[in-house]
């Protein structure tokens, strides 16, 4: 497969620019879906260990990828420790 694409685009050097975003497009996306599988509160590896991990989000934790307006450093606790 690799010498077909190989000799495709020796044909066609118009292709380099089109693999080259496609494939830093597919890994930009896989690094994304990494962030959102152990970054995220609400995906839970270890149930055993830690069954609930987003009561133990203290409220200056940033979990989201791009904040607009929130200053979460700022942040106070509003709700009750469980």
Not at 20 to 27: N, T
Not at 46 to 54: A, G, I, L, Q
Request: proline residues 9%.
């Amino acid at each position: 497969m690799l010498a077909v694409m190989r000799k495709q685009l020796k044909n066609h050097p118009a292709l380099v620019p089109l693999l080259f975003f496609i494939a830093g497009g597919g890994a930009m996306s896989m690094m994304y879906l990494a962030r959102l599988a152990l970054k995220n509160p609400d995906v839970c590896w270890d149930r055993k260990n830690n069954p609930e991990p987003w009561n133990k989000m203290a409220p200056t934790d940033q979990y989201k990828f791009y904040a607009v307006n929130v200053d979460y450093s700022k942040l106070k606790k509003e709700g009750p420790d469980f």
